[in-house]
């Protein structure tokens, strides 16, 4: 296009005038910039003019004339740059954000915490965050192009004509003295264009006190959604931002894309960043960690994109901010870590469970650090510092014993974790003492650290951190439990089953008393059917650990009555009813001992005992 002809200074003021948008309704509602090319040249050309003028040393009679031309002119010019911006403003589309043919990067978080729901339209946006398009791929909407650094991926918001259209009206404004103003229309709109997108992404307008009012199931889900709407935010929404505003207004002015940027900007990432530092700040509770640890993971992940993008002096405060949330997000995780060592300690329940199984504590701790496991990377990082277990050499019996010197090189997030299991085993041997059966307190012990066994060993990554030293010991624990409740219940059946006191002297005698061998049977009736209806009741929950059990038993109950039958049946077959002192064979009590453990109820087990 060849450039157009000079003009005099007053055919400029009379095109200037000719579009006052004050003049008539017509010319306030017609755009020039929506016209003919012609006139959009013609009209930039006068404003050249008028302000050329004013800058030139002859000017004396018509100034107020030339001044009161460039206000109109600079009136139009910003109604035309409102209005350009308006008309080229759309919500970012899903496809803008979303390509099937992108590989899914790996996430920082675990993926037992990631439960993604069903997706309306307009939340698939939220479903590809953090990837980078494939060489030479470009989006369906304006042709728009992709300038991708690491994660960063910035979409073009503006088609290219406009926003050449854009800078040619900044430059006249901003020369005009008309800066504040133009920044102000510039962050005006595009602010509107991102609370668009941040509904569309379910960003809520919430202040740090509605967040903490809110029911942490509610937040759970609410923070799941975060994350993934912030990496939409941090890496497509608010770098493409920035890169419209270096596109309209770079070299204009000192640093003047930076303060239309802040001004866009500014107060939806203090929004965005809101949400987590109110659950930073938030009360302390167990549940809240691992939430908070995929707050602090997302916002690790996404500081260098923060930096990148508010990387100006004027952007300092929101990168403070991120920083500083990040920094609580980790204390708060080990304050939460701490209490929870606590609340293990203190959890009051006396209350025995029935039949001496798992305690819910104790699958609820196991539980608990398994996942804490799958945290391993992000806490070998936050927790540095060991353990608090009070004073060791104090004599207080409220407190378990850790001697840290049998740890010696284990990381403090592993003393953390065994000092957690000691704890709870301290808190077991507590709660079994509520049990009058010493057996059934032995058997107790022994389902719970035999669950604790179990429950590391199923964790690669929570083996690895414990370590298979300990594992051993807590393994001897258990199987000590078991050789106790052996010989609490079964030490004084076996008893029944000795030769002493049954023999006696004389030459008319068997040498064998008959009637203490008669009392000796059903005695050891009586106790081994007590000890078959109660702890058929009894229950241990792995089958593996409950049929090793049954095997230990019969491997020495049955040795033990044959031999006894094999001595003395002829004594007791030899008189009256013999059936009432010689009720069971060897295979019948084998039979028995298979309903040992089993859990069932006392109707249960009467119903067993009468087919």
């Known amino acids: 296009m060849e450039p157009p002809e000079s003009i005099t200074l007053d055919a400029a003021e009379k095109i200037i005038l000719r579009w006052d948008s004050t003049a008539s309704e017509e010319t306030r509602d017609r755009m020039i910039f929506e016209g003919d090319r012609r ?19 002859t000017i004396s009679d018509g100034d107020c004339k030339v001044n009161s031309a460039i206000q109109i002119a600079m009136a139009r010019l910003e109604d035309e740059f409102r209005s350009i911006l308006i008309s080229n403003t759309s919500p970012l589309e899903t496809d803008s954000l979303i390509d099937p043919s992108f590989s899914t990067q790996g996430s920082s978080m675990s993926e037992h915490s990631v439960e993604f729901e069903e997706y309306s339209e307009d939340e698939r946006m939220l479903r590809q965050v953090g990837e980078s398009p494939k060489a030479g791929e470009s989006s369906s909407r304006n042709s728009a192009s992709y300038r991708s650094t690491n994660s960063i991926r910035e979409l ?31 962050g005006s709109v595009r602010k509107s264009a991102v609370d668009s997108s941040f509904r569309r992404l379910g960003i809520e307008k919430l202040s740090i006190g509605d967040i903490q009012r809110l029911d942490w199931d509610v937040l759970e889900v609410k923070i799941r959604r975060w ?56 009360r302390r509770t167990p549940e809240k960690l691992f939430k908070m640890l995929d707050l602090h993971d997302a916002l690790m992940n996404l500081l260098p994109d923060i930096d990148a993008v508010f990387e100006s002096k004027l952007a300092e405060s929101v990168r403070i901010q991120a920083a500083e949330i990040l920094s609580r997000l980790a204390e708060a995780a080990r ?13 009051p329940s006396k209350v025995a469970v029935p039949g001496g199984t798992i305690h819910p504590l ?10 804490i496991s799958d945290y391993k990377q992000t806490l070998l990082e936050l927790i540095v510092s060991k353990p608090s277990t009070g004073s060791r050499y104090s004599g207080d019996q409220t407190m378990p014993d850790m001697d840290f010197a049998e740890f010696e090189g284990r990381t403090p997030l592993a003393l953390h974790l065994i000092w957690i299991i000691v704890i709870l085993q301290f808190n077991m041997e507590g709660k079994s003492k509520c049990y009058r059966d010493l057996s059934l307190a032995h058997l107790f ?44 219940t079964w030490v004084r059946v076996l008893y029944c089953l000795r030769d002493e006191g049954l023999h006696v002297s004389g030459s008319f005698s068997s040498g064998v008393s008959k009637s203490a061998l008669r009392d000796r049977f059903k005695t050891f009736n009586a106790m081994f059917e007590e000890v078959h209806r109660t702890q058929a009741t009894w229950h241990v929950p792995d089958s593996q650990l409950r049929e090793e059990l049954r095997i230990s038993i019969t491997e020495k109950l049955l040795p033990a009555y044959r031999s006894f039958l094999g001595r003395f049946r002829n004594h007791i077959e030899s008189g009256r009813h013999p059936e009432n002192y010689i009720k069971y064979s060897a295979d019948e009590l084998e039979t028995a001992v298979l309903d040992f453990f089993e859990g069932y109820t006392a109707s249960q087990h009467l119903r067993r005992r009468s087919q």
């Not at 050249?48 to 800058?55: A, G, N, V």
């Not at 104790?362 to 996942?371: A, G, K, S």
Request: proline residues 1%.
């Open 335 to 347: 304050g939460i870590l701490s209490e929870f060592e606590n609340a293990v300690l203190s959890e």
């Open 39 to 57: 006139e959009v040249d013609q009209y930039l050309q006068a404003v050249d003019e008028i302000q050329r003028s004013m800058s030139a040393a």
């Open 362 to 371: 104790t699958r609820y701790v196991m539980n608990y650090i398994n996942l």
């Open 156 to 186: 073009d918001l503006i088609p290219a004509e406009a926003i050449y259209d854009l800078r040619c009206i900044a430059e006249r404004m901003i020369s005009a003295g008309y800066l504040r103003e133009c920044v102000q229309v510039y």
């Open 227 to 282: 994350i993934r709407a912030a990496k939409v935010c941090v890496r497509i929404l608010f770098a493409s931002e920035k890169k419209l505003c270096e596109q309209i207004f770079e070299g204009l002015d000192t640093a003047i894309d930076d303060a239309c940027f802040i001004e866009t900007v500014k107060g939806p990432a203090i929004q965005l960043f809101n949400f987590a530092e109110a659950i930073s700040i938030s």
């Open 445 to 488: 012990i022994m389902n719970n650290l035999h669950y604790i066994v179990q429950k590391a060993k199923g964790s690669e990554e929570l083996r690895e951190i414990i370590g298979d030293d300990y594992l051993k010991r807590l393994t001897w624990k258990y199987q000590q439990a078991a050789t106790n409740y052996q010989r609490t």
